[in-house]
């Protein structure tokens, strides 16, 4: 069975400093995929890693992919606070019923 | 304008009843799935739809069904409300799950049982 497994869970960082949060998996996968969840709210799509080496970035955050290692990063550069929310990572069986196995979610406090 | 819409938001009921959520998009998609997210943040999914035809059961009480009247609609119907099944559950489309399985999500409709 795929395991997701996500860290550090619950990341407190200051304003201006930059940090990665990391998603391992333990399948092949070559399908992985970002969410961000605000407080109360739902989940929305950051980022979609298709492939071995996959760099996407958006604003001060950027993903990337490594199918060999089966590791996805996500890292964060000059933190701000609207960047504060939970952070899933999200792998994709394949080859069966192409189901989402979410982490558990690293839950990101920027302090002022 | 709203790509995935559930009804409703909140729902508050006592143990024993049977109630449903709805579950709608409008982005054409052809695949819907149902998720449950505990109060720990753990987003587990439940079923999934492909024009209209179940693809993915998981592990779930058979006092949930899925019901799909057409594939812009995913309905979940839950018998016999239990306390454990007070959760958020969060209905989300995607386009075509082989190609790209990006997932866009609803709402979700918080479910709190007494």
């Known amino acids: 069975e795929l395991k997701v497994e996500q860290n550090p869970l619950f990341l407190s960082m200051q304003e201006g400093k930059n940090y990665t949060i990391y998603c391992n998996y333990s399948?092949?996968?070559?399908?992985l995929y970002w969410y961000r969840q605000d407080p109360g709210k739902s989940l929305e799509s950051l980022f979609v890693l298709l492939s071995n080496g996959a760099v996407k970035q958006e604003g001060r955050l950027m993903a990337s992919l490594d199918t060999k290692a089966r590791l996805s990063t996500l890292h964060i550069t000059a933190a701000v606070h609207d960047l504060s929310a939970t952070y899933f990572c999200?792998?994709?069986?394949?080859?069966?019923?192409?189901?989402?196995?979410f982490g558990k979610g690293t839950k990101l406090t920027v302090n002022p | 304008d709203t790509a995935v819409s559930q009804t409703p938001k909140y729902l508050v009921t006592q143990m024993g009843n049977d109630k449903s959520i709805k579950c709608e998009q409008n982005l054409g998609h052809d695949t819907m799935y149902w998720y449950k997210q505990d109060s720990k943040k753990f987003l587990k999914i439940m079923f999934s739809?492909?024009?209209?035809?179940?693809?993915i059961n998981e592990t779930v009480p058979n006092r949930f069904s899925p019901k799909s009247p057409d594939k812009a609609h995913l309905n979940l119907h839950i018998n016999s409300l239990e306390l454990g099944d007070s959760a958020v559950y969060f209905c989300?489309?995607?386009?075509?799950?082989?190609?790209?399985?990006?997932?866009?999500f609803g709402p979700g409709t918080r479910l709190t049982v007494l």
């Open positions: 999200a792998v994709d069986i394949q080859g069966g019923s192409e189901k989402l196995v």
């Open positions: 399948t092949t996968s070559d399908r």
């Open positions: 989300a489309s995607s386009q075509d799950q082989r190609a790209l399985n990006e997932q866009f």
């Open positions: 739809y492909n024009n209209k035809e179940l693809i």
